[in-house]
């Protein structure tokens, strides 16, 4: 299967702090999701990537489809507690399915 | 609400006994996967559906088959559960995966194989 890796693996910040986390490909994709995910529940999409170079936001979150197709960042600005969660890249090339990272896990300290 | 649910949401088994996941949803979706999620490994495909009857397996298939006699529910079933197949099982839904709009997923079941 298409290995996604994803970085870092985990990651503590105070309330307020800006959060950058990305993943990165061997194999070129034609769609990059973000997704999240709560204790106990199931990812849920929060951004669709499907250009080469685009930039989409969703409140304080911005994702970016990198310009060699084998990566995307997405980055949370002002963190607060509620963004707590694992944070899932899928990329997706020809295919009929997603492939999915190994996520990031994100924990916030009031 | 996406109209996915997933049965049971915990189950404690022994070893070598049989065991059935059922994923139903209301969105009259045709493609349906099922996924398990480890530590380490994030989310990888086990079975997934393409229409009633239709299923393909998966990166990780082994010790698993799938059924789909009807479009809303698809069956995952463990056929002689082992301890590595202890993990949270996600059922996932998708009107067209080709177009890019991605899955929606349901709240899991967290299996225990002991």
């Not at chain 1, 669709?48 to 960042?73: P, V």
């Not at chain 2, 789909?68 to 056929?79: H, P, Q, Y």
């Not at chain 2, 839904?93 to 709009?101: F, K, Q």
């Amino acid at each position: 299967g298409q290995q996604l890796n994803q970085s870092p693996q985990s990651m503590f910040i105070q309330e307020g702090e800006d959060v950058s986390m990305n993943c990165t490909s061997s194999s070129i994709f034609n769609t990059w999701l973000w997704y999240k995910q709560d204790p106990g529940e199931g990812p849920v999409l929060l951004i669709a990537l499907y250009k080469a170079g685009e930039l989409t936001s969703n409140g304080r979150l911005t994702a970016q489809f990198g310009i060699t197709r084998k990566d995307s960042f997405l980055n949370i600005s002002a963190s607060i507690p509620s963004d707590v969660g694992i944070y899932f890249c899928a990329g997706q090339n020809t295919g009929n399915q997603f492939y999915f990272g190994t996520g990031t896990s994100l924990t916030v300290i009031p | 609400d996406a109209g996915i649910t997933q049965s049971p949401r915990h189950k404690v088994t022994e070893t070598g006994t049989p065991v059935t996941l059922r994923c139903h949803q209301t969105e009259n979706h045709r493609y349906m996967y099922w996924y398990r999620q480890d530590p380490g490994h994030g989310l990888r495909l086990i079975h997934y559906s393409y229409g009633v009857k239709d299923t393909d397996k998966g990166e990780v298939s082994d010790g698993y088959s799938v059924s789909r006699s009807k479009t809303e529910d698809f069956l995952l079933t463990l056929e002689s559960a082992t301890s590595s197949q202890t993990s949270v099982y996600f059922c996932a839904i998708s009107e067209s995966p080709g177009s890019g709009y991605g899955y929606t997923f349901g709240s899991g079941t967290r299996l225990t194989v002991v």
